[in-house]
């Protein structure tokens, strides 16, 4: 099976009712992990790497581990989607490495952290659709920007600065009309990183009420919800029982991603959940066997605890059970669509 574009994997998603996890990757073990959860979830998965992760691990690395995952896993429909591009330059770079699907983050400048305007968000983004679009490949825009980690992953605001750049739903109304996206990214108060909240969420701080006024203005849009790591409790407990020093913080829960997807939320994009659970697996390795020396010795559980995490998403988001009724297009046969 090819890698499939991410329209036609968010399209079957939104006749089902059900979300995908956009799991990210800088290495093997990783997409390995992502994988392996797929396999014994079956389910069909979106693998994304950063600007960051292709600068960690060379955008050759990444093709080729995925050409492995495909030929690895021939009955497990698969998008490659870059996460966070932040030009029209890096979305044509990744093209061109093989990526079926990028995102513009045109809501920010070309450095990845300061809150552009609307005109340029609707420039960057309208060339990036129509060059893909004749590639056949998938576009994931952003209205509004997120607060949290800077990393080459996406926004760098803070708490409060976020607060500011929450979604205008007529706003977001009005850039899917200029822009033509597959999908798109909204800011509803999450923030990237392990440190979203300061305590359990609520309504005041965590806006799906947003999430459903956009919904109801664009019914035929798929909603990508960025920063919706859970940061699950237990796996900062397991990192701070071993010698980490996490600060006591909290995610997005799981049942309001749920309630999202019930609104038109397709992809959910999950990263820092994976990295608490490898990190913990690893600490648990050196703290209890500190003669051990072999990268596989600790690579091994980190590999198994992702795996877990991405296991659950999987079975939470109601992708599982889905990889074999995808339905397969390539590429070059979305290029007919979208002439259309
Ligand atoms: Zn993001």
Redesign the pocket.
């Known amino acids: 099976m090819p890698l499939i574009p991410l329209r036609v994997l968010l399209d079957h998603a939104a006749e089902n009712d059900y979300g995908v996890a956009a799991l990210n990757v800088n290495n093997m073990e990783q997409i390995q992990a992502i994988m392996t959860a797929a396999q014994e979830t079956d389910s069909p998965v979106i693998i994304q790497a950063s600007r960051g992760a292709r600068a960690y691990s060379n955008d050759a690395y990444l093709r080729h581990l995925m050409l492995a995952a495909v030929e690895l896993n021939p009955d497990t429909p698969i998008v490659m989607h870059l996460?966070?591009g932040n030009g029209p330059a890096a979305c044509f770079s990744a093209i061109e490495q093989g990526f079926t699907s990028v995102m513009m983050d045109g809501s920010l400048s070309e450095d990845g952290k300061t809150p552009s305007d609307y005109d340029y968000n609707v420039k960057v983004t309208r060339e990036v659709v129509q060059k893909a679009h004749a590639a056949g490949i998938s576009v994931e825009g952003e209205i509004g920007a997120?607060g949290g980690i800077e990393d080459g992953?996406?926004a760098g605001l803070s708490e409060e600065e976020a607060r500011e750049h929450l979604t205008d739903p007529a706003q977001a109304e009005q850039f899917v009309k200029d822009t033509n996206l597959d999908a798109l990214a909204v800011a509803i108060g999450t923030s990237?990183g392990a440190y979203k909240f300061k305590k359990k969420p609520t309504g005041d701080v965590l806006k799906m009420d947003l999430i459903e006024e956009i919904h109801k203005r664009l019914p035929d849009t798929h909603i990508v919800m960025?920063?919706s790591s859970s940061v699950p409790q237990e796996l900062q407990d397991i990192i701070n029982a071993y010698g980490g020093d996490i600060k006591q913080t909290y995610g997005v829960p799981v049942e309001e991603i749920q309630r999202g997807i019930k609104n038109g939320v397709r992809k959910i994009?999950v990263d820092t959940d994976s990295r608490l659970a490898m990190t913990g697996a690893i600490r648990k390795v050196f703290a209890e066997s500190p003669e051990q020396f072999d990268p596989r010795k600790y690579l091994t559980p980190a590999r198994e605890a992702m795996k877990e995490v991405c296991k659950a998403r999987m079975i939470a988001f109601g992708q599982a059970g889905w990889a074999g009724k995808v339905p397969i297009k390539t590429c070059r046969e979305m290029v007919d669509f979208y002439k259309k």
């Open positions: 996460d966070h997120l992953h996406g990237h960025h920063g994009n």
